[in-house]
C-alpha cells in the first residue's frame, strides 16, 4: 500500500504545520541510502468529523526512522536458484546456507526468523538473489529508531508493529513457512518466515551485489509499513492546538511592485521640486529690504500738516509680460486717479500705505519672477 504513495527524498522533510494532503509524499528516503523517515500527521477533530467540511491534516515535529545495513556474498554453487542448499563465499571461505525452498530463476527469497534478534527494535533479514548473470546472498539487520519528540505514550510505537515493520517484507502469514514440513521433520526452520518475489516487482528488483540498493530497498519497505499503519488506524483525541487553515500572502511580480514604488517616490520628488519653484516666485524688488525702503522713503521723510488725514495707495502696474512693474505711490483721492475713475483699464494691484507726501518721480522696477 505505501507504495501508492509518493516518496521524496530527506532534504524535503516538510516543517511542522504543513498541510498534508493524500498526494503529497508520505516516506522520506535519501538517494541509495540506508534511511527512511516517516513523518507523523495531525488531524483537526472536529472537522475530520464533519462530513461537510474540508479536512485538515498536518504535520507534525514527530519522525521515526528506519535503517538498515547488509553484507553481499556471491553464490559459487546452487546460483540458478534449483536447490535449496547454496554455497556462498565469505570471508575467504565457502560457507552452505540452507533455504526453505528451491526459489526458481529471477526471484529474491527474503527470509527472517523471529526468535532472532540484533538488539532493541532490530531484526536479522537474509536474501538470496537469483539472477541470469550473478546471483547474491545478503545478510541484513534492520532497526527503528524512537520517536523523535514524543511527549505523551500515545506518541510511541508499539514493541509488536515494529516487529512487524521490521521483518514484513519476509514474513508470509501465520504459518511459520510454506515449504509443509511440520516442526518435527525441520526443526530449526520452525520460526522461519521468508517471502519469494519476481524480478519484475519492486522487491524483487535485483540489486546486483550493492548493499547499498538492498539496504534501501528494506528500510523503504519497512517505515512503509509504519506509514500505513499510523495512517491507517483510528485516530486518537488529544487535547491541544488542533491544525487549522491559514491565509498566506503570495506576491509573485515583485518586478512590478518595485517599479510601482519607484514611480510613486519619483513622482512626489517631481511635485516637491515644482511647489517649490513656484513658491520661490514671490513678487519683490531686486535689491531686496534696500529697495522696498527707497519705495516707501518719500512718506516718511517729510511729515507735516498736510499730511494729516490724507492717504496714500502703493500701485504697481505690470509692463510687458518679463516681470517688469510700474511701482508709485498714489494718495486717495487725487484727481484723475484710477481708483476715483469709473473709466479707463481695470484697476491695479493696490496696496494700502501709512499716510505721507506722494513721491516725486516715478519709475520702473523689475520685480523678477
Known amino acids: 500500500m505505501a507504495l501508492a504513495y509518493s516518496q521524496a527524498t530527506l532534504d524535503q522533510i516538510p516543517s511542522k504545520g504543513y498541510l498534508w494532503f493524500q498526494d503529497h509524499p508520505i516516506v522520506f528516503c535519501g538517494d541509495n541510502s540506508p534511511s527512511c523517515t516517516y513523518i507523523f500527521h495531525e488531524k483537526n477533530a472536529q472537522l475530520a468529523a464533519d462530513p461537510g467540511a474540508i479536512p485538515v491534516q498536518s504535520t507534525t515535529n514527530r519522525s521515526v526512522e528506519i535503517m538498515s545495513r547488509c553484507n553481499s556474498y556471491p553464490v559459487i554453487r546452487g546460483a540458478n536458484g534449483t536447490m535449496t542448499n547454496i554455497t556462498i563465499t565469505a570471508e575467504?571461505?565457502?560457507?552452505?546456507?540452507?533455504?526453505?525452498?528451491?526459489?526458481?530463476?529471477d526471484q529474491s527469497t527474503f527470509m527472517t526468523r523471529y526468535d532472532q534478534e540484533c538488539g532493541p527494535n532490530c531484526r536479522i533479514m537474509s536474501v538470496f538473489e537469483v539472477s541470469a548473470d550473478t546471483s547474491w546472498y545478503y545478510s541484513c539487520t534492520t532497526w527503528q529508531g524512537?520517536?523523535?519528540?514524543?511527549?505523551?505514550?500515545?506518541?510511541?510505537?508499539?514493541e509488536n508493529v515494529t516487529y512487524l515493520a521490521t521483518t514484513a517484507i519476509g514474513l508470509q502469514g501465520f504459518a511459520s513457512s510454506s515449504s509443509g514440513n511440520t516442526e518435527q521433520e525441520?526443526?530449526?526452520?520452525?520460526?522461519?518466515?521468508?517471502?519469494?518475489?519476481?524480478?519484475?516487482?519492486?522487491?524483487?528488483?535485483?540489486?546486483?551485489?550493492?548493499?547499498?540498493?538492498?539496504?534501501?530497498?528494506?528500510?523503504r519497505f519497512a517505515i512503509g509499513v509504519i506509514a500505513m499503519a499510523a495512517e491507517s488506524n483510528s485516530g486518537i483525541t488529544l487535547d491541544g492546538r488542533a491544525p487549522q487553515i491559514g491565509q498566506k500572502?503570495?506576491?509573485?511580480?515583485?518586478?512590478?511592485?518595485?517599479?510601482?514604488?519607484?514611480?510613486?517616490?519619483?513622482?512626489q520628488l517631481i511635485l516637491a521640486i515644482g511647489v517649490t519653484l513656484v513658491a520661490e516666485r514671490v513678487i519683490v524688488p531686486d535689491g531686496g529690504p534696500i529697495s522696498e525702503a527707497q519705495i516707501f522713503r518719500a512718506m516718511?521723510?517729510?511729515?507735516?500738516?498736510?499730511?494729516?488725514?490724507s492717504g496714500w495707495r502703493y500701485r504697481f502696474d505690470p509692463v510687458g509680460t518679463d516681470g517688469l512693474y510700474d511701482l508709485y505711490m498714489e494718495e486717495k483721492g487725487a484727481k484723475?486717479?484710477?481708483?476715483?475713475?469709473?473709466?479707463?483699464?481695470?484697476?491695479?494691484?493696490?496696496?494700502?500705505a501709512t499716510p505721507s507726501?506722494?513721491?516725486r518721480p516715478r519709475g520702473n522696477t523689475n520685480i523678477g519672477h
Not at 575467504?92 to 530463476?105: E, V
Not at 524512537?146 to 508499539?158: D, G, M, S, Y
Not at 516718511?300 to 488725514?309: E, K, L, P, W
Open 357 to 359: 507726501e506722494p513721491p
Open 146 to 158: 524512537p520517536v523523535k519528540n514524543a511527549t505523551l505514550p500515545q506518541h510511541e510505537i508499539a
Open 92 to 105: 575467504s571461505k565457502d560457507t552452505i546456507i540452507t533455504l526453505p525452498t528451491a526459489p526458481g530463476p
Open 300 to 309: 516718511t521723510s517729510d511729515r507735516g500738516v498736510h499730511a494729516i488725514g
Open 186 to 219: 525441520i526443526d530449526p526452520m520452525k520460526s522461519l518466515q521468508y517471502k519469494v518475489y519476481p524480478s519484475a516487482t519492486v522487491p524483487g528488483k535485483p540489486a546486483n551485489g550493492s548493499t547499498r540498493v538492498m539496504e534501501g530497498l528494506l528500510s
Open 336 to 352: 484723475g486717479s484710477q481708483s476715483d475713475s469709473e473709466e479707463g483699464p481695470s484697476p491695479s494691484r493696490v496696496v494700502e
Open 249 to 267: 500572502l503570495g506576491v509573485e511580480h515583485w518586478n512590478l511592485i518595485h517599479m510601482t514604488f519607484a514611480l510613486t517616490a519619483g513622482l
